[in-house]
């Protein structure tokens, strides 16, 4: 690996990615895989991808994504080089302690709600600043519908409950999703939704959530499809309120809702939280499910099929 020697400490294996670890630095390269989203063997992908991520990361956590590095093959070898005689890339981290996540603080019950509502100011504080530097890039998005955007959003989340069979029944992954389909139809705050309250999306669960010493990090936060990238503002939110809901209690969901509408100078529509948490609790299920947290994972789904009863 390039500015290297040795083997490394450890190296982690993602789906998508291999992270390799060498002291307190650690190299992020995606492998040549073809997935759902993309085709990371393209090189015009793979260029853009890789950018992106890391526009994504370095706003969302720039103590932690420092720098997008090029390299060339030299051989059998990667050497670092110019972006413009590169042929590939690499993400240069520093490595994070996990014990710091907001899953883990919240599995030891060790936050209270002034961490969630500085963690809520500063999403805000770094999503807004996202979406002034990729909107142009992204207009396309912004100028969709919601009702539009969510429907293809919706046939998303369908399609990652179907990655978990043996958990969640095919019908009821279907009967769940056309009934919130329905309610984005139907619904006339999905019609008239300004789209001046559309951010940058991020992934930020409460495991890519960080916080230590009253800094936050949001780790991992670029959404791989495209069409994922912008949200609802109040989308954000609901991932990691929802988590707490769960996990810990409403009165914690709460405040980072009223933290929330201060912060945005909004007020949300109870039957839009609602929707918005049955949608954060079905991306949870599944992941726990994947992950082992078999408890965890039957709490996310049995809080989504209690919620969905709430947009009725």
């Known amino acids: 690996m390039a500015g290297t020697s040795g083997r490394p400490d450890r190296v982690i294996e993602t789906l998508i990615s291999k992270l390799y670890f060498f002291g307190e630095d650690v190299y992020k ?12 063997s393209d090189d015009r992908f793979r260029h853009e991808f890789y950018h992106n991520d890391f526009t994504w990361n370095n706003t969302m956590a720039p103590d932690i ?18 972006h413009d005689m590169s042929e590939d890339y ?38 807004e600043r996202l979406t002034d530097i990729k909107k142009v890039d992204m207009q396309d998005l912004f100028d969709m519908s919601y009702v539009d955007l969510d429907l293809q959003n919706l046939e998303g989340t369908r399609e990652w409950l179907y990655m978990a069979p043996d958990f969640i ?34 992934d930020n669960h409460s495991g890519n959530i960080l916080f230590s010493d009253n800094t936050v990090s949001f780790i991992d936060s670029m959404p791989p499809m495209r069409i994922w990238r912008i949200q609802n503002d109040a989308y954000s939110i609901s991932r990691p309120a929802t988590d707490l809901e769960v996990l810990a209690g409403k009165n914690y969901a709460d405040a980072m809702f009223l933290k929330f509408e201060q912060v945005r100078n909004t007020k949300l529509d109870p039957k839009v939280r609602a929707y918005l948490q049955v949608v954060a609790a079905l991306i949870q299920a599944p992941y726990m499910h994947v992950l082992k947290e078999t408890e965890n994972a039957q709490k996310f789904w049995d809080f989504a099929k209690t919620k969905v009863l709430e947009l009725k």
């Open 90 to 127: 690499f993400i240069l981290m520093k490595k994070i302690d996990d014990s710091q996540t907001l899953f883990n603080l919240i599995k030891n019950k060790n936050f209270n709600i002034a961490n969630l509502e500085l963690i809520t100011t500063e999403m805000f504080t770094r999503t």
């Open 169 to 202: 029944p095919k019908f009821e992954a279907d009967t769940i999703i056309d009934t919130l389909k329905n309610f984005v139809s139907d619904y006339q705050y999905f019609k008239e939704f300004d789209g001046t309250h559309y951010l940058a999306s991020i």
């Open 29 to 40: 390269v995606y492998k040549y895989n073809k997935t759902f989203f993309g085709d990371f």
């Open 65 to 82: 994504y420092l720098e997008l590095r090029y390299v060339k093959i030299d051989g059998d070898t990667f050497v670092e080089t110019t």
